[in-house]
């Protein structure tokens, strides 16, 4: 099977209900980019392994990437979800409602997400998704490292940059702020740092204090 293929294959193995078709068919009218089936389904993966009951997501988009997490986290988790725009949040709401996702599991905050996070408990939290602002992300690990409890995980979504981040003549601003945090969690003493080459790239890590 050729790469072009496997990949195919990969990014089809995320299933989504009716609930996730109808909140990518709400993201795609708000123009939002949201995670993939596949890289989604990791994100539950992730939410599941670490049996996670607090999650942070930075960029509600219309609740795609949310309800992927909701379904891995525990019955009784509660996800946090920060975003600026207050339309997109009612949206993901509706969303969660459609999944019968209850809503005391569910905390929307309308706001910038390095105004939320420094709010935020320390060390209160097992996983820290972030699909913001690429210019932002290198400011929010330093956020999630400190939200993050020993043994939890931040994820940031589009690390790959639609392949731009491999191509060393790509200069815009994007790629060189995806390319500085990535060099950021890889050389971080206190991360296990994965790359998850499913949608536009998960870079994913281990907080290990």
């Known amino acids: 099977m050729g790469s072009s293929a496997s990949r195919e294959y990969a990014e ?11 909140a990518r068919g ?22 599941a392994a670490l049996d996670a009951r607090a999650v942070v997501e930075v960029g509600t988009g219309a609740g795609v990437s949310g309800l992927w997490l909701l379904a891995g986290m525990r019955a009784d988790g509660i996800l946090t979800s920060v975003d600026t725009e207050a339309e997109h949040q009612r949206a993901a709401k509706q969303g969660f409602r459609d999944a019968a996702i209850a809503s005391t599991r569910t905390r929307l905050i309308n ?85 998850i080459p499913l949608g536009e790239g998960l870079l994913a890590a281990v907080h290990r204090p």
Do not use: I
């Open 26 to 47: 709400r993201s795609e009218e708000f123009g939002c980019e949201p995670v993939t089936p596949a890289a989604g389904n990791a994100l539950r993966f992730l939410a």
């Open 111 to 195: 706001g910038a997400a390095l105004e939320v996070l420094p709010r935020l408990t320390d060390g209160a939290y097992d996983l820290v998704f972030v699909d913001g602002p690429k210019g932002q992300y290198v400011d929010c690990l330093d956020e999630a490292l400190r939200l993050l409890r020993p043994g939890g995980v931040v994820v940031f979504a589009g690390a790959l940059g639609r392949g731009r981040v491999g191509e060393s003549s790509a200069r815009d601003p994007e790629t060189v702020a995806l390319r500085d945090v990535t060099k950021a969690v890889r050389e971080h003493e206190q991360l296990v740092p994965t790359l």
């Open 12 to 22: 089809g193995f995320g299933v989504e209900d009716q609930a996730l078709t109808t």
